[in-house]
């Protein structure tokens, strides 16, 4: 049994990580002097989210929006289709419940729920800043500014800056990063998400709704070529432009967020002898969407069962055999996913055919993973457009 693991990042990946080694007797000290927060994100949470997650947040009180449809707009042509995001019914023994396809979450409401569930399982939250992590004979110190404290094994599970990253790997670097950045709209909320689809920066702008507020923003990579301050301009621009937040407060927010490429996700950090990283810590993002949520609780996890089995290299392997596959194909599709003749060839599939509008409601929800994705698309299109998407090569 590990005698002792620090986390350091009390979000989600490091509070799942928490919750998943106190509740099998580890003892956990997590460091973080400023969760839980809101995080400028859409904050969907799929199906397979909730189901790693559901058991430790029964009976807590979440406010959620869910989210019935989602609008894609052709930034270029103005093109908007609309797919719905249907309701499923998951199968328990003799009973059935309904999950919905995507529900949209405070992130502060959500990560003190988990946080709340690391420490009742018997994890302890020192709300102290990590200043250094340093390697012994016996495990790591970590310098705070409260004092040293020790562990046997540390968990990186501090976001894209990572500290941890950067005293045991290497930080990532400014083309492995994106710039999301845009406002909360206070008092303004949907049932439906919008995404514009944008070529210049590649990327797009999106409004999420949350219980109490739309979170409404726009992604580009770090090293695009554009300041941050231009993009919330932009984003300004739009809600203008749309009147989808009509007299709302709005918020400023930035933040980065991991985006790897195949070559940078091969070479990947993501652990050593007695310590490992995970969710943005790790990079493990959809470079596309760049939703990590899902990534994060899996690869807590994981890391969480390498640990007590005492070995980091184990949760290495896994996540680059079971993770790494998907986030590489996403990474792939990415360069061709923003083009002016994809998007117009998507939407307009979606809009003529129902069966791609499922495809892209269950790539939305998590259900539909990237690898397999082309057989499906192929397999559910009409021949027409099927030859369309064969002969534009786009997937």
């Not at 999420?208 to 990579?221: D, E, K, N, S, V």
């Not at 949760?315 to 596959?325: A, F, I, K």
């Amino acid at each position: 049994m590990i005698a002792d693991v620090a986390v350091v990042g009390a979000g989600p990946a490091g509070a799942w990580a928490a919750y998943c080694l106190a509740r099998r007797g580890a003892r956990v000290t997590i460091f973080d002097p400023s969760h839980p927060r809101e995080k400028p994100c859409g904050g969907g949470v799929t199906g397979r989210t909730l189901e790693l997650v559901g058991d430790a947040l029964e009976g807590a009180p979440l406010p959620v929006s869910v989210i019935e449809r989602a609008r894609f707009i052709d930034s270029e042509t103005g093109r908007s289709v609309l797919v719905p995001l249907e309701t499923q019914r998951v199968h328990e023994g003799p009973a059935h419940r309904a999950t919905h396809a995507l529900i949209v979450v405070s992130r502060t409401d959500f990560d003190a729920a988990l946080l709340a569930a690391a420490c009742q399982a018997g994890a302890t939250l020192v709300t102290v800043r990590v200043t250094d992590v340093v390697p012994t004979e016996r495990g790591y110190r970590l310098d705070t500014v409260a004092g040293p404290r020790h562990a046997t094994v540390v968990i990186g599970a501090d976001g894209a800056n990572s500290l941890v990253r950067r005293r045991l790997a290497r930080p990532f670097r400014r083309d492995e990063l994106s710039i999301a950045t845009g406002y909360f709209a206070g008092g303004v909320t949907s049932d439906e998400i919008v995404l514009e689809l944008l070529t210049d920066p590649p990327g797009y702008l999106w409004s999420f709704p949350r219980p109490t507020h739309l979170a409404i923003g726009i992604c580009a990579q770090a090293d695009a070529g554009i300041t941050a301050r231009a993009l919330r301009a932009r984003t300004a621009n739009w809600i203008n432009e749309t009147h989808m937040a009509p007299g709302a407060p709005l918020e400023p927010y930035s933040w980065p967020i991991p985006s790897l490429s195949v070559s940078s996700l091969r070479s990947l950090d993501l652990a050593g002898p007695g310590w490992c990283l995970i969710g943005d810590a790790a990079g493990l993002v959809d470079p596309i969407t760049r939703e990590g949520l899902y990534y994060a609780m899996q690869s807590g996890t994981w890391a969480a069962d390498a640990v007590l089995a005492g070995d980091t290299h184990g949760y290495d392997t896994r996540v680059r055999t079971e993770l790494l596959p998907e986030l590489a194909r996403a990474a792939h599709l990415k360069a061709r996913f923003f083009r002016s003749g994809f998007i117009d060839l998507t939407l307009h599939a979606i809009g003529q055919s129902a069966a791609v509008g499922a495809v892209m409601a269950d790539l939305i929800a998590g259900r539909q993973p990237y690898v397999g994705l082309r057989r499906r698309l192929l397999g559910t299109f009409e021949i027409g457009l099927a030859w369309q998407v064969l002969t534009a090569r786009l997937l």
